[in-house]
């Protein structure tokens, strides 16, 4: 049966205003451990149930190695890294090394991030058959222009010490990809007024300093 897609418009990264149309897979479901199992005893000497166990405590396992620091790569399919997240309203430490800091009670695992290996990409796309689907995806567009966006960003800031992305995405109803986009160039431009603080997962974004 073909998988269906669809074009996506979305900014091109490297022209500033523009877009373009990539091509996007239409999900039409999940695959769900029950299923995954049912697959595994029709293409093995396992019933459905000892696959399901095992999928279940492969994932046992997979916890244990990531909750003492440990990566987990599954040859095929690829690695998993555990990352970390302050816990709910927990206030940032600030890279000075002013305000509080931080100890191990207000961190926590929050989440996993995962790197493919080419190989199952390979054998996904040998045994994907396509066929285009009879609309586009439209892309995600603000009804405020650069510039409100921007004082959107600036007023948000007077009454928070600090602008998340996701803090971007909701008050200026952009896409979280989108608006990790804009708020990196506008960091960059010295002219904006705003800056980023931290690295990774745990960046922030402030007022310029005036200089």
């Not at 999940?30 to 459905?48: G, K, W, Y």
């Not at 994907?128 to 567009?141: T, V």
């Not at 909701?170 to 960091?187: D, F, K």
Request: hydrophobic share 35%; with cysteine; net charge positive.
């Amino acid at each position: 049966m073909p998988t269906r897609y669809t074009m996506q418009e979305m900014d091109d990264l490297n022209r500033e205003g523009e877009a373009l149309l990539y091509p996007r897979m239409v999900i039409t479901g999940c695959c769900a451990t029950d299923e995954l199992a049912a697959r595994i005893a029709a293409n093995s000497t396992f019933s459905p149930g000892e696959a399901a166990g095992l999928i279940r405590q492969l994932a046992d396992e997979m916890a244990a190695a990531m909750a003492s620091g440990r990566s987990v790569r599954l040859d095929g399919i690829g690695t998993f890294t555990p990352t970390l997240a302050l816990g709910r309203d927990k206030e940032r430490e600030a890279p000075d090394g002013s305000g509080p800091r931080r100890n191990a009670t207000s961190i926590r695992v929050g989440g996993v991030g995962f790197r493919v290996d080419r190989r199952l990409v390979n054998e996904t796309d040998r045994q994907c058959h396509l066929e285009r689907a009879s609309r586009n995806f439209a892309r995600r567009r603000s009804p405020y222009t650069p510039e409100e966006r921007l004082s959107r960003a600036l007023v948000y800031l007077t009454d928070h010490p600090w602008l998340t992305v996701a803090d971007y995405a909701r008050i200026c109803q952009l896409s979280h990809p989108t608006a990790s986009r804009e708020l990196r160039r506008l960091a960059a431009d010295p002219t904006s007024g705003l800056a980023a603080k931290g690295r990774g997962s745990h960046r922030v974004y402030v007022r310029r300093p005036a200089e």
